[in-house]
Nanobody
Framework: QRQFVESGGGLVQAGGSLRLSCTAS????????VGWYRQAPGKQRELVAR???????NYAEFDKGRFTISRDNARSTVYLQMNNLEPEDTAGYYC????????WGQGTQVTVSS
């Protein structure tokens, strides 16, 4: 059973929006900080945003106020609302625990055309 299942990616034009979802299994979700990460071809995986168990958030500089991370502990799900997408946001997007991450899921692909 996969620990994280990401969804919501797709192909959008620059300036468009997407809402990503990631559902965790295993029972410890509500007690842990969770992050959204992305990895573009030929590049290292990087943190996009994270949210603590209490809902405090942090964002990477490149978010520029365009992304919003949120969580629903009752559903063991974390969301990433992405607005005003740019071609540079094209990547596979993944979620995982921020501390002691588990196995990575398959991710969801986001492709932004110019």
């Amino acid at each position: 059973q996969r620990q994280f299942v990401e969804s919501g990616g797709g192909l959008v034009q620059a300036g468009g929006s997407l809402r990503l979802s990631c559902t965790a299994s295993g029972g410890s979700f509500s007690f842990r900080s969770v992050g959204w990460y992305r990895q573009a071809p030929g590049k290292q995986r990087e943190l996009v945003a994270r949210i603590t168990k209490d809902g405090k958030t942090n964002y990477a500089e490149f978010d520029k106020g365009r992304f919003t991370i949120s969580r629903d502990n009752a559903r063991s799900t974390v969301y990433l609302q992405m607005n005003n997408l740019e071609p540079e946001d094209t990547a596979g997007y993944y979620c995982n625990y921020f501390i002691n991450p588990g196995a990575w899921g398959q991710g969801t692909q986001v492709t932004v055309s110019s």
